[in-house]
């Protein structure tokens, strides 16, 4: 531990992080599928507490470099993590047209006609150099999946109005969370479930959607477990369980985001940046619930930061918007971490601002959630909750752990703090 490294702390956390929750995975799979007879084995509880303690362990490393301030890489005037290279930054901000290596297109003037063939063409050429599969516009009806070896892919569509990748998976139909997404990228697993990985994954200018409606529960239009992703103008359409930040680390800049329960949720250190999120009209009954974060041990850097973006009620919600209580979160997990930043919150969000889980006091006292400058009619935090675990932020050191170089990059330097909001 005191020796040469091949990774920073930060890394190392991030991985250790993304090892617990994705032990976590398989069980919590086979409860929402009503397994009775799932059993974890006693070597899976001894390496979850082998991660705890080495989590515990390595916070130490990052404690000792807490005076070590990071720096984020800018592309013009857009504001990435320091990890998207030079190269990515002009690919992701680029107004000409961009070579591809493989094209997709539904009229069959490309190399391929579905998008999962020119992933599995991809994983085939054994290279570490960017590979840019351009999606013509079009409807693409599939669940696609780029497995943990085939990195450095990169989606570019039409528009989000134009290149559609969508599919309908859901729980009411028997799958489980994890699988009912449309499209995925995940790290292996210790178990055999389906994934789809990749790290350095991009997409730009892409819908991924999942049709299968507000009475279908659980439908996933994109499940992400990609170290070092970044989603750039997409577009993520479902009800509940929208948008699945698996793990790991996640941009997501200009981007449109729609569901209703718990539509943005997930155990990833993720960022949202300059982002449309919007709340739809759920069944009767329901309230809008726009996070649910995932992080079960108080060592792991994950959590969710949501910066200079606009909550609204979609179209489907605004006549009855009166009707329907929405919130920015609430607690999946025993210490669940969100800030809201400098977003502009309408009139939909709640005066509470935040919700429990259904009617327990479960995570009360061990979450973190957060709000900082935000405006809108329903900014004002005079009424929210009054957990001693809600804060209204107000300094630098409060802020600072969500902006994209506390939450996200890994690069040092002698910089003053500054918060990229």
């Known amino acids: 531990m005191h020796g040469k490294r091949s990774c920073s702390p930060f890394d190392a956390q991030t991985w250790l992080s993304t090892a617990h929750t994705n032990i976590q995975t398989c069980p919590t799979a086979a409860s929402e599928l009503n397994a009775v007879d799932f059993k974890v084995s006693k070597l899976s509880n001894n390496v979850t507490e082998m991660i705890s303690n080495s989590l515990a362990i390595n916070m130490d490393f990052l404690k000792q470099n807490a005076n070590n301030i990071h720096r984020t890489a800018k592309g013009g005037s857009k504001v990435f993590p320091s990890w998207v290279s030079s190269s990515d930054r002009k690919l992701l901000t680029s107004s000409s047209s961009i070579k591809a290596d493989l094209v997709v297109a539904k009229d069959g003037s490309g190399q391929f006609t579905n998008i999962q063939g020119a992933i599995d063409k991809a994983a085939s050429t054994q290279s570490n150099k960017r590979f840019i599969i351009h999606v013509k516009e079009g409807t693409y009806v599939e669940n696609i999946k780029v497995d943990v070896k085939n990195g450095n892919i990169m989606l570019i569509g039409d528009g989000t ?12 139909d028997g799958f489980s969370t994890y699988n009912s997404a449309t499209a995925g990228k995940s790290r292996s697993f210790i178990f055999l479930l389906s994934s789809i990985n990749g790290p350095h994954f991009i997409a730009r200018d892409v819908t991924f959607q999942n049709t299968a409606g507000p009475l279908k529960e659980q439908a996933v239009a994109l499940r992400s477990a990609s ?5 750039y103008r997409c577009s993520f359409e ?7 930040i698996q793990a790991q680390r996640q941009f997501f800049t200009e981007c449109d985001i729609y569901g209703t329960v718990d539509f943005i949720f997930g155990d990833a250190a993720a960022v949202f940046q300059k982002c449309n999120i919007y709340a739809r009209k759920p069944i009767q009954g329901q309230a809008n619930m726009i996070t649910a974060q995932g992080r079960n041990n108080e060592n792991k850097n994950s959590g969710i930061s949501i910066q200079n973006c606009q909550i609204r009620a979609a179209p489907d919600l605004e006549p009855v918007v009166g009707q329907v209580k929405t919130f920015l979160g609430r607690p999946w997990k025993k210490y669940a971490r969100v800030a809201v930043m400098n977003s502009f919150l309408d009139t939909l969000v709640d005066p509470q601002g935040w919700s429990p889980w259904d009617t327990t006091n479960f995570a009360l006292d061990t979450l973190y959630y957060g709000e900082y400058q935000n405006s809108g009619p329903g900014s004002s935090t005079s009424n929210r909750v009054k957990w001693p675990t809600f804060h209204v932020m107000r300094s630098p050191s409060e802020v600072f752990p969500f902006t994209i170089d506390g939450l996200l990059s890994d690069r040092k330097t002698n910089v003053p703090i500054s918060t990229d909001l």
């Open 227 to 231: 170290d070092f992703s970044v989603f």
């Open 161 to 172: 109005k134009q290149t559609i990748i969508t599919g309908s998976k859901n729980a009411k």
């Open 238 to 244: 479902a009800y509940q369980d929208t948008l699945y």
